[in-house]
Nanobody, 129 residues
Framework: QVQLVESGGGLVQAGGSLRLSCGAS???????????LGWFRQGLGKERECVGA????????WYADSVKGRFTIVRENAKNTVTLQMNSLKPEDTAVYYC???????????????????WGQGTQVTVSS
């Protein structure tokens, strides 16, 4: 079992920045580095969507078009952490943000929530206009 805990959410004005962190525990058996890590968000009344993910092996990344150029994922396997740096925030970025881990070790990066085995509890990000 892998436990994920997010932190760093809050209220920010449009144009501002936030950094979300996600710490993992319980991955020592397989190793944190063997999981593809994704960041998802769910706005009020909306479906959960993937905003970005980093492949477990190649470290290549995928970002949703809506956040490309503004959001950046960084993972530190030695610290079992992954962060989501969010810049130039917009009101439409308001949502609960989740980090998630996909343990399937596939070649492709999945952006489908059901492919992710482990989830954090979520952290609220609110961007005011």
């Amino acid at each position: 079992q892998v436990q994920l805990v997010e932190s760093g959410g809050g209220l920010v004005q449009a144009g501002g920045s936030l950094r979300l962190s996600c710490g993992a525990s319980g991955a020592s058996g397989r190793g944190f580095s063997t999981y593809t890590l994704g960041w998802f968000r769910q706005g009020l009344g909306k479906e959960r969507e993937c905003v970005g993910a980093m492949h477990w092996s190649s470290r290549r990344t995928w970002y949703a078009d809506s956040v490309k150029g503004r959001f950046t994922i960084v993972r530190e396997n030695a610290k079992n952490t992954v962060t989501l740096q969010m810049n130039s925030l917009k009101p439409e970025d308001t949502a609960v943000y989740y980090c998630a881990a996909d343990g399937r070790r596939t070649f492709a990066i999945s952006t489908t929530a059901t492919d992710y085995d482990y989830w954090g509890q979520g952290t609220q990000v609110t961007v005011s206009s």
